[in-house]
Nanobody, 131 residues
Framework: QVQLVESGGGLVQPGGSLRLSCAAS????????IGWFRQAPGKERAGVSC????????FYLETVKGRFTISRDSAKNTVYLRMDSLKLEDTGAYYC????????????????????????WGQGTQVTVSS
């Protein structure tokens, strides 16, 4: 099982930027798809972005597309979520999660529709966008 630790959250003004980090230990993220999810008070957890293993192809929630960028640093075994032009509605607890993928062969791309494929989760980091 891979262990994940998020960091980088905080209080930021609208229009500001933050970079969240998801540091992994216990396994290399080369073999895992990584998803970022967020949960605002009173709302369901929603997928924000994900990056596939090896190919590093990415997907984004429509409302963050063009503002958020997910990336992987294999040397640091870390996945990042760069968030620019932050809006009030971006406020929430952000979690990273890992989905194991086969070493070789076909597997579907990472999903933002459901959190069930992800079996390892970090503790979360709070992002608050407020003026």
């Amino acid at each position: 099982q891979v262990q994940l630790v998020e960091s980088g959250g905080g209080l930021v003004q609208p229009g500001g930027s933050l970079r969240l980090s998801c540091a992994a230990s216990g396994a290399t993220l080369h073999y895992y798809a990584i998803g970022w999810f967020r949960q605002a008070p009173g709302k369901e957890r929603a997928g924000v972005s994900c990056i596939n293993s090896r190919s590093n192809s990415t997907f984004y929630l429509e409302t963050v597309k063009g503002r958020f960028t997910i990336s992987r640093d294999s040397a640091k075994n870390t996945v990042y979520l760069r968030m620019d032009s932050l809006k009030l509605e971006d406020t929430g607890a952000y979690y990273c999660a890992a989905e194991p993928t086969p070493v070789r062969g076909y597997y579907p791309p990472c999903s933002l529709r459901s959190s069930s494929p992800y079996d390892s989760w970090g503790q979360g980091t709070q992002v608050t966008v407020s003026s």
